[in-house]
Each structure stands twice: as structure tokens, then as C-alpha cells.
């Protein structure tokens, strides 16, 4: 049996959806509770209080980390981690950041993912680690203005970064979970390509069969808009990779396609997948 956290996430529904698709059992844990597969067995549950992941890890072979946002809001990774171990859990895979590497700088990245990263690693489980770049469902906040004015509304348009499928990280989590070979592991995971917002924003139109008016924002007109939703220094390392990416956030990674045997999903098939939520 397998437990995935952050289930109603956008990595987590669709883990659960391929874990039960291969007929595994599945405990999904959230907070709240969503659409889940036919058969799958839902536990709310709250990270920040390790005790009430317990009963969801009880008959556990493997668990999928992923913290939520709780990272650095009373998230004890060692915590769970040791609840885990004492559930008979013998597997973790995390979600965590390819800015780990590529922003050490960063309070959330270089600092709070990374003390995660290294609790896995010192669990004592056998433990896989995911660090994606940019995920391609970012796009979902352009959906309000998509939806009301057919324009999307970003900084840097022609600055591009090979952004992923949440879909695909899903798939190499799963085969993480179920695989004794990928213990040890550490997958940096990206889409094919480089796409730039403009070229979402073409995407987005040509999948919805209406055109979508790009409009270029100011560095200081999206950091006043980011602010509102996220914390400051969040803030700045995000329009730091938008803006100026470094090479390593610029390179296409092999490891989707090494654990998958097939190619990384490009934008444009994230968005077909996923138009509704623009129309």
C-alpha cells in the first residue's frame, strides 16, 4: 500500500490516479478531501502534527513527501519521517526543488528544502528525491484573466525555461514508489523544451481556438502583484529564475525520459489536457 500526501495537489491527484491505474492500493491524505480514483481510501491528516499521519501509514510500504507549503510553518520533516519509520514504512519519495541547487541562496530553497532533503537522507528509509523546475500548471493563474479578457498578464515574456507536466513528475514518482532501483535517487526533472510566457499564451489561445493577447508586465508591477499571495524573499527568487535563469535552470534534463522511457510532455499537451480550466 502506498500513502501519498498533498493529495488534492498538482503532482499528487495525478499520482494517485497512476498508482491506481497500475492496481495499487492507495491512501491519499490532505486536508481536505477531493475527487478520488474508485477504490482509493482518503485520510485527512496534517502534517504539521506528524501523529495524525499514523493511521494512514498503518500496513505502508512506501510514502510520497510533499510538504505542502508547510515547509517552515511548524513541518518537522524528522518527525514524520520517524512516524513513518515506526509505521514499517521502508520508502520515501520527495517532492522538493530544483532550486535547491540552483538558488542555494534562497530561505525556501537553499534553506528549508534543503534541511527536508537532508532528513530524508539521514531517515534511515530507503529514499528517492524529485526536483523539478517550473511547473507548467503555474499557467493556472493566468485562468481568471484567461477566462474574463482572453489575456495573459506576465513578466519577462520572451525569456524561456523548460517548465514541466506535473503529470510527468507524478509518473516518475510512482515508478519511485513501486521500484527498488531508484532508492538513492536524486531526479531533476524538466519539460522538453524552453517556452517563454508569450508562447504559453499562444498555446493557451490556440488550444481554446481564440486568440490570447499577451501583456507584458514590469518587474515591479509583478513583484507588487506577487507579494499579496507569497512571501517576499519567495518573491525574489521567483522573478530571479523568470528573469535571469542560470544555466542550470536553463538545462533540459534526461531524467523524465531515463525513468519513463519516453519524452518529457511539452506545454502544449499540458494545456490541451487542461483547457477547461480556461474557457
Do not use: C
Not at 67 to 84: C, E, I, M
Not at 95 to 106: D, F, K, N
Not at 175 to 181: F, G, I
Amino acid at each position: 500500500m502506498y500513502v501519498v500526501t498533498g493529495a488534492t495537489g498538482n503532482v499528487g491527484r495525478p499520482l494517485v490516479q497512476a498508482l491506481a491505474d497500475a492496481g495499487e492500493r492507495v491512501t491519499a491524505v490532505s486536508r481536505s478531501k477531493a475527487h478520488l480514483p474508485e477504490g482509493t481510501d482518503h485520510m485527512r491528516a496534517d502534517l504539521t502534527e506528524p501523529e495524525t499521519l499514523r493511521p494512514a501509514l498503518d500496513g505502508a510500504e512506501a510514502l510520497f513527501l510533499h510538504d505542502g507549503g508547510a515547509g517552515g510553518h511548524g513541518f518537522d520533516p524528522r518527525a514524520v519521517l520517524d512516524v513513518a519509520e515506526a509505521a514499517g514504512v521502508r520508502r520515501v519519495v520527495l517532492l522538493s526543488s530544483q532550486g535547491v541547487v540552483t538558488r542555494p541562496e534562497s530561505p525556501s530553497h537553499g534553506g528549508v528544502m534543503r534541511a527536508i532533503e537532508d532528513a530524508v537522507r539521514e531517515s534511515g528509509l530507503a529514499w528517492t528525491i524529485l526536483r523539478p523546475g517550473g511547473f507548467a500548471s503555474n499557467a493556472y493563474a493566468w485562468a481568471e484573466s484567461v477566462r474574463a479578457e482572453r489575456t495573459v498578464a506576465a513578466p519577462f515574456g520572451d525569456v524561456a525555461i523548460p517548465v514541466v507536466d506535473p503529470a510527468d513528475i507524478a509518473e516518475v514518482a510512482a515508478m519511485a514508489l513501486r521500484k527498488d532501483e531508484h532508492a538513492g535517487q536524486v531526479y531533476e526533472l524538466t519539460g522538453p523544451a524552453a517556452v517563454t510566457p508569450r508562447r504559453q499564451a499562444e498555446a493557451i489561445g490556440a488550444a481554446l481556438g481564440e486568440p490570447v493577447r499577451f501583456l507584458e508586465l514590469t518587474r515591479a508591477d509583478a513583484h507588487a502583484r506577487m507579494t499579496t499571495f507569497m512571501p517576499e524573499p519567495v518573491v525574489e527568487t521567483t522573478l530571479a529564475v523568470l528573469g535571469e535563469p542560470n544555466a542550470a535552470e536553463l538545462r533540459l534534463s534526461p531524467d523524465v525520459e531515463r525513468v519513463l522511457g519516453r519524452a518529457p510532455r511539452p506545454f502544449t499537451e499540458w494545456v490541451r489536457r487542461n483547457v477547461e480550466a480556461f474557457r
